[in-house]
């Protein structure tokens, strides 16, 4: 227990240390609210306009838009230059675990995107007459704290591609473009046709974005929900694995030579 406390107690210094440094760049996070927030924008403008898309349509979106905020992961602005400039050879002589600076980075940067995001999120609320009920809200918390870890872990992973190439921020747009187009934020999971709806609630984008947004909006059956539960759960299992396995492969092959 004393080992977690310790953990816990680096990583909200962490937290602190990075929220601190990131108050000056607030024009810059600004534009990130702007980037995460322009997607579920346009699928909310698009199908206000469809009536088969059902009365919670804008009250889902405003939900895809709380959760982009508050899960966006940008390791490829972070973790990735480290590994170009050498600067990870100073963290991995830390006596912490290397994950807790990316970790602590992540978690501060969405809090301050959630602080600057919230006169769009009211703006939007209020535009659409959106609605929730406490019970619904309450029930996707869970499915946003697991929601949160899996885009950190994807986009994790997906950064430690700058162990082998400098080409990080295609492999980890490309990532991007899947949780946009089947996670929930192009269009609902729920109006997608079969079998691309039932292929996407197999995969972990919507357990990423859509969701905890679907929970939150109270569309789901009780069975539903326990099935994206499991979803979720298995996903974070196989990508903690994942990311653990490019963490030991990238760490060997690399070499501060050149940084």
């Known amino acids: 227990m004393s080992k977690v406390r310790r953990l816990l107690r680096l990583l909200r210094l962490e937290i602190w240390r990075q929220f601190i440094g990131w108050s000056g760049a607030w024009w810059f996070l600004v534009t990130l609210v702007v980037g995460q927030s322009v997607a579920p924008l346009l699928g909310l403008l698009i199908w206000l306009e469809v009536p088969s898309a059902g009365p919670r349509i804008g009250s889902y979106y405003l939900a895809v838009i709380c959760v982009g905020l508050v899960t966006a992961s940008f390791e490829n602005h972070t973790f990735a230059q480290s590994i ?70 994807w986009v994790w992973t997906l950064a430690m591609a700058a162990f082998w190439t400098e080409r990080v921020h295609g492999v980890v747009a490309f990532g991007g473009v899947l949780i946009l187009l089947i996670g929930g934020s192009a269009a609902p999971i729920a109006l997608l046709p079969e079998p691309l ?16 947004a679907e929970l939150a909006t109270g569309t789901l059956t009780a069975a539903e929900a326990a099935t994206g539960y499991l979803v979720a759960l298995f996903w974070v299992g196989a990508l903690a694995c994942s990311a653990v396995g490019a963490w030991r492969l990238g760490i060997r092959r690399y070499s501060t030579v050149g940084a």
Request: charged letters at 5%; glycine letters at 10%; a positive charge.
């Open 84 to 153: 170009y400039s050498g600067g990870l050879a100073t963290a991995l002589l830390r006596p912490q675990p290397p994950v807790l600076g990316p970790l602590g980075e992540n978690l501060a940067i969405r809090l301050w995107m959630l602080l600057l995001g919230m006169p769009l999120i009211a703006a939007v609320g209020l535009s659409v007459g959106a609605s929730f009920s406490v019970p619904a809200v309450l029930a996707a918390v869970p499915a946003l704290v697991l929601a949160a870890v899996l885009r950190f872990l």
């Open 197 to 212: 709806r039932s292929i996407a609630q197999l995969l972990p984008f919507r357990s990423m974005l859509g969701f905890p």
